[in-house]
């Protein structure tokens, strides 16, 4: 029997996961010999202002696109929280390459494989926002997911705080300070918003990183 490619990169992301999950649990203090993010690296992203990390489930929105939905998730051991960053709709990248600022990218929710996603919906709970939902199949959606990286420096650090700016609306993935009841209680909404401030900036947590190409020739 034959896999396909995405049959091969669904059990691996799967693998991921479940490997995750089980280091929620067993923390460890393993540095890294760099410190950029790479292309098919898988983490979490804690928000600066509220510090909750951005989360996604199989819990879709009861307004505007009905797609799976978005939050900020205070508790750090949540699977739920883990995202990969991968190639954008338009470009092939090669994994372990380090990511540049201003680089698009998409970023790919490892528990459900549908990508992170904003269009012109108004988001739920903040009428001068819109909506970021999960959209996707098995990572493969559309060109509204894409997002471009803004950070200082000549590459995406693993410590620095940074913004995603969405291509097709250019406002940017921000944490605002609305909360969901039921079914969601506590978890934050996540949005597309215009304005930047600590709202909109994200650092990378917990993850496995993968090895850049060049650092076998370091």
């Known amino acids: 029997m034959v896999l396909s490619v995405k049959t091969v990169f669904y059990f691996f992301c799967k693998f991921v996961f479940m490997y995750l999950i089980f280091m929620d649990n067993a923390p460890t203090t393993r540095s890294l010999d760099y410190d950029y993010v790479t292309v098919g690296s898988v983490f979490k992203l804690l928000n600066k202002a509220h510090g909750v990390r951005l989360h996604s489930h199989e819990v879709k929105y009861g307004s505007g696109s009905g797609q799976q939905s978005v939050t900020g ?8 929280s883990y995202w990969q960053v991968k190639s954008p709709t338009d470009e092939v990248l090669k994994r372990g390459e380090p990511i540049k600022c201003g680089q698009k990218v998409r970023l790919t929710h490892v528990n459900t494989m549908s990508n992170l996603h904003s269009h012109h919906f108004r988001a739920p709970l903040s009428s001068s926002a819109l ?14 997911d894409d997002w471009i990286v803004e950070c200082s420096g000549s590459v995406w650090l693993r410590d620095q705080y940074v913004a995603f700016r969405h ?18 209680p506590g978890q934050h909404e996540i949005v597309s918003s ?17 090895k850049p190409v060049d650092a076998g020739s370091a």
Do not use: A
């Open 131 to 144: 909506e970021v939902s999960c959209f996707g199949t098995d990572g493969e959606g559309d060109h509204l």
């Open 167 to 184: 291509v097709e609306t250019e406002l940017y993935l921000t944490c605002s300070d609305q909360t969901f009841g039921r079914p969601i």
């Open 73 to 80: 998730m205070q508790k750090k051991e949540d699977g739920n």
């Open 194 to 210: 215009k304005g930047l401030d600590n709202k909109g900036r994200w650092k990378t947590m917990e993850g496995v990183f993968i």
